[in-house]
Every structure is written in structure tokens, then in C-alpha cells.
């Protein structure tokens, strides 16, 4: 890939001054899994030309908790970026995928890598050229690999291209972490990244092939975490445990259906990007996308981030008639609504902050509540 070689000579001395030093990512599957904190995690091995673009594409998909770009296929051991990108090993560029299979399949995976490179081009992949940057499925065992068999049928089928769908399927043998600066390249160098990727031809590619269809995983994926998110199991525990585990005020205002002060509680001034879920269940139900000052002295939302995870009922307590608000799994007491608040809705969900756990943005992935970052792309 002779233009990235380039800009990376031109940019070394920098690189290094900033830090940038050999990959932390361990090699092997098994340290993949570790690293993600939960055995139930998959991972899907993807090349699709150029891994920066891949990464970039397959970290948009919600349940994905993480991609990283590397090398695979090869037999060499330790291959660095120059070694590769000369075309004298036999490694491609490629991505590993972990993902949680309980949020997104591995079909949908697939689905999604698709729709973002040229299955049908077998010597390379848009302006790079070389058996380097050609497309590649590793599957890693027999499930993936009918899947993965049944999925590239179905896309050759479908008409979608002129010429046929040459994309290889591979056992997994081999995956190496490409230089630490490669990983995130397009959060960290984005001007350079959208310059490189639009000249490629592989958005106008995307485009002219997928046009708006190209994201509908991503939207099929977001679509049902919201159904879903509302009927995950949970079991609320007894209620000395509950006191044990809440503050005093946590409880008041949970499980006795008590109100914090005004304008002295933890989030009625927060602005940070994030989610607000139930302190007891956990289940998300706000988002700061959705927050707005209403000068009450309260976290105050136009609208829930989940709706099933919301139930109203109809309050009498303090001489008046009210619409109280709480969690549906954890059967909290949240707070009230009112008709007051701004459009697009115009309702004000008046929640305790007592009530409430915030997970900030970079948090909200390694918390499981990474179907919602969409939110703030």
C-alpha cells in the first residue's frame, strides 16, 4: 500500500514521540477472549483490503466490544506492517472481531463485512493491489464456517454484483496485532484516514452498491436490543440485601418512594455523554442525548432511552394526581412525569438521581451497554 507507506514515513518521528510503541494485543485467540472479560464472547477473522477501513466499519455494529486490526493467515511468526504490506509473506491485512453472540450473530457479522469492501475483486481491494489486501472469512470452527458458506451463497446469488462473489473461506490458523499506530487509526488521524479511504473508491463503491442498505445491519441490530433490552431476566433482591447495597437515600427514594433534595443530588447538573440505568437492575433508562436543563433541580429527559423498561402509574399521594415513574425489571421508584417539558415530546421525566447509576460514554462498551453508542456517533 505504497500511499500509507508514505504518509507513515512522513509521520514516524511523530508516532514515536507520541508514544506509540509495539502492539499490547496479544496473538492467540485465547488471550482475545481474556482480554474481554467474558468466555462467551466470539471471535469473527476478517480481511477486507485495507484494515483500517474494516476496523473503522465492523466497530459500528453494536454488540462488536472490540476490533483489531492485524495479520492473518500467514506462517511467519511476528510480522511487522513492512514485512506484510510488501507482499512477501503470506499474511493478509485483516481485523479480529470479538463480539457477544447475545447481542449480535455472527451471520450478522458477516452481513455487515459484506456490505463494505468488493467480494468480487480477487486481486486486491480498491486502489491497493497484491494478494496482501485481498478478502478472506478465517473461520475459526464448523459452525462459523457453514455460516459462513451459506452467507457468501446468498450474497452471490442475490444478483447484487455483476461478477461473482470470490471472497475465500479459511480455516484459522494464524493472527498477529498489527503496530500498536494502527490500531483506532481513524480516531487518532481522522483527516488523514477520510482522504485515504474516499480516494480509495471504497465509499463511492459502498455507495453505488448499497446505497442506504449499507448500515440496515446496524439498524436491524439497534432494533432489536431495544425489544430485547426490556425482557432481560433479573431477580431483585430481598430487601436487607437492598438496604446492605444502598445508601440510605438510595433506598428513601427506591424503595419508599422518597425524593432527594432539589439542585443537591449527583445528576441534576451532569452534561457528560453517557446513559443513565436503574442503581438496583442496572436496566438502561435514560440517555443525555435526551437531557435538558428544566431548572428544577432535577435530572430532568424529554423521553426513555428503552420504553419497556419504563412503567407509569397513576400517583394520588400529596393531595394531587401525578404519573409516577419506575424501572420495570428492578420495580423502582424513579421519579414523575409531566407534560410540561420541551418538544419534541414535551414531557419532563423528573428523576431522583438516587435512583440513578450514570455510565459514562468510554465506559458504556466494557459495561455491556454498547448497542447504544450510536447515540453519540
Not at 28 to 46: F, K, P, V
Not at 136 to 158: C, G, M, P, T
Not at 159 to 169: A, E, I, Q
Request: charged share 25%.
Amino acid at each position: 500500500m505504497i500511499r500509507k507507506l508514505a504518509s507513515f514515513t512522513l509521520t514516524g518521528a511523530l508516532l514515536l514521540a507520541l508514544g506509540f510503541g509495539l502492539s499490547i494485543y496479544s496473538s492467540s485467540e485465547e488471550q482475545a477472549m481474556a482480554d474481554s472479560g467474558n468466555a462467551n464472547y466470539e471471535i469473527a477473522t476478517l480481511a477486507g483490503g485495507c484494515f483500517w477501513c474494516v476496523e473503522s466499519d465492523m466497530e459500528k455494529l453494536p454488540g462488536v466490544i472490540k476490533v483489531v486490526s492485524g495479520y492473518a493467515g500467514g506462517s511467519e511468526p511476528n510480522p511487522t506492517y513492512e514485512q506484510v504490506s510488501s507482499g512477501s509473506t503470506g499474511y493478509r491485512e485483516s481485523v479480529q472481531v470479538t463480539f457477544d453472540p447475545a447481542r449480535i450473530s455472527y451471520a450478522e457479522v458477516l452481513d455487515h463485512y459484506w456490505r463494505h469492501f468488493d467480494p468480487t475483486d480477487s486481486g486486491g481491494s480498491f486502489g491497493d493491489r497484491g494478494f496482501q489486501y485481498t478478502s478472506a472469512i478465517f473461520y475459526h470452527n464448523a459452525q462459523q464456517r457453514e455460516v459462513a458458506e451459506a452467507s457468501k451463497k446468498a450474497l452471490d446469488e442475490s444478483g447484487r454484483f455483476d461478477n461473482p462473489v470470490v471472497t475465500p473461506l479459511i480455516e484459522y490458523t494464524t493472527f498477529y496485532p498489527a503496530e500498536a499506530y494502527h490500531q483506532d487509526y481513524y480516531k487518532h488521524n481522522p483527516v488523514r484516514y477520510k482522504t485515504y479511504r474516499y480516494f480509495s473508491g471504497r465509499d463511492r463503491f459502498v455507495e453505488d452498491h448499497w446505497g442506504d442498505a449499507a448500515d440496515d445491519v446496524i439498524e436491524a441490530v439497534r432494533d432489536n436490543a431495544l425489544v430485547t433490552g426490556a425482557d432481560k431476566a433479573f431477580v431483585k433482591p430481598d430487601d436487607a440485601t437492598l438496604k446492605k447495597t444502598l445508601t440510605p437515600l438510595q433506598y428513601k427514594v427506591t424503595q419508599e418512594e422518597g425524593t432527594e433534595p432539589p439542585f443537591d443530588n449527583t445528576y441534576w447538573d451532569n452534561h457528560a455523554e453517557g446513559i443513565y440505568v436503574d442503581i438496583v437492575s442496572g436496566e438502561p433508562l435514560f440517555s443525555s442525548t435526551d437531557k435538558y436543563e428544566s431548572g428544577t433541580g432535577w435530572p430532568s429527559f424529554t423521553k426513555p432511552l428503552v420504553p419497556g423498561n419504563i412503567v407509569e402509574k397513576e400517583d394520588r399521594s400529596l393531595f394531587s394526581v401525578r404519573t409516577e415513574v419506575r424501572s420495570k425489571a428492578g420495580d423502582n421508584h424513579l421519579g414523575h412525569v409531566f407534560d410540561d417539558g420541551p418538544q419534541p415530546t414535551g414531557l419532563r421525566y423528573c428523576m431522583n438521581s438516587a435512583a440513578l447509576r450514570f455510565v459514562p460514554k468510554d465506559k458504556m462498551q466494557a459495561e455491556g451497554y454498547g448497542e447504544f453508542l450510536y447515540l453519540f456517533d
